[in-house]
T-cell receptor
Framework: NAGVTQTPKFQVLKTGQSMTLQCAQD?????MSWYRQDPGMGLRLIHY???????DQGEVPNGYNVSRSTTEDFPLRLLSAAPSQTSVYFC??????????????FGPGTRLTVL | SQELEQSPQSLIVQEGKNLTINCTSS?????LYWYKQKYGEGLIFLMM?????EEKSHEKITAKLDEKKQQSSLHITASQPSHAGIYLC??????????FGTGTRLQVFP
């Protein structure tokens, strides 16, 4: 199993550009989520999905869109990049929701810089 | 998240010393997860706790969830340079979300 994979590893954007961060898992996990990590802020939840076709907002959803058309993939879209979105983005997945008491598996992260 | 506070924010210890990191919630914790992150890398799962008073250990790391289920502590015995990194607690507060604390940066010097 490849686990949770994220592409790209690094990305530089100009303000106003759009892009999609890719996340895929091959563990047949129902639950997937996106976090951003800023210095001194820990991880903040952007969006999450409890299954294909179902998504919901986390703590900091503004400026980001998600969709979950398949169990395996959970892409994160930046509609119009802003310097405030410069961060490291982590995708995570688990068999069920966190309330089901199960381990979250994290991808290696995407380091995004918006100029 | 302000709902979940970690302390201290940063810790520098000499190799061989014991240390404790705390994770305090403003709400009841239905599940508490501890992760470690090496600088510039992804998160490594350490352990998860669910029941009040529960304690788990892995090698020299012990974590406990208090009886009231609003605080967890992570204790490292005889720290080593390999323990250096960022420790993050993640909490299930009865929703479908896993909310993380701000992290504790640990440095261990010889």
């Amino acid at each position: 199993n490849a686990g949770v994979t994220q592409t790209p590893k690094f990305q530089v954007l100009k303000t106003g550009q759009s892009m999609t961060l890719q996340c895929a898992q091959d563990m047949n996990h129902e639950y997937m989520s996106w976090y951003r990590q800023d210095p001194g802020m820990g991880l903040r939840l952007i969006h999450y999905s409890v299954g294909a076709g179902i998504t919901d907002q986390g703590e900091v959803p503004n400026g980001y869109n998600v969709s979950r058309s398949t169990t395996e993939d959970f892409p994160l879209r930046l509609l119009s990049a802003a310097p405030s979105q410069t961060s490291v983005y982590f995708c995570a997945s688990s068999y069920r929701t966190p309330s089901a008491y199960n381990e979250q598996f994290f991808g290696p992260g995407t380091r995004l810089t918006v100029l | 998240s302000q709902e979940l506070e970690q302390s201290p924010q940063s810790l520098i210890v000499q190799e061989g010393k014991n240390l404790t990191i705390n994770c305090t919630s403003s709400k009841t914790l239905y599940g508490l997860y501890w992760y470690k992150q090496k600088y510039g890398e992804g998160l490594i799962f350490l352990m998860m706790l669910q029941k009040g008073g529960e304690e788990k250990s892995h090698e020299k790391i012990t974590a406990k969830l208090d009886e009231k289920k609003q605080q967890s502590s992570l204790h490292i015995t005889a720290s080593q340079p390999s323990h250096a990194g960022i420790y993050l607690c993640g909490a299930d507060m009865g929703t479908d979300k896993l909310i993380f604390g701000t992290g504790t940066r640990l440095q261990v010097f010889p």
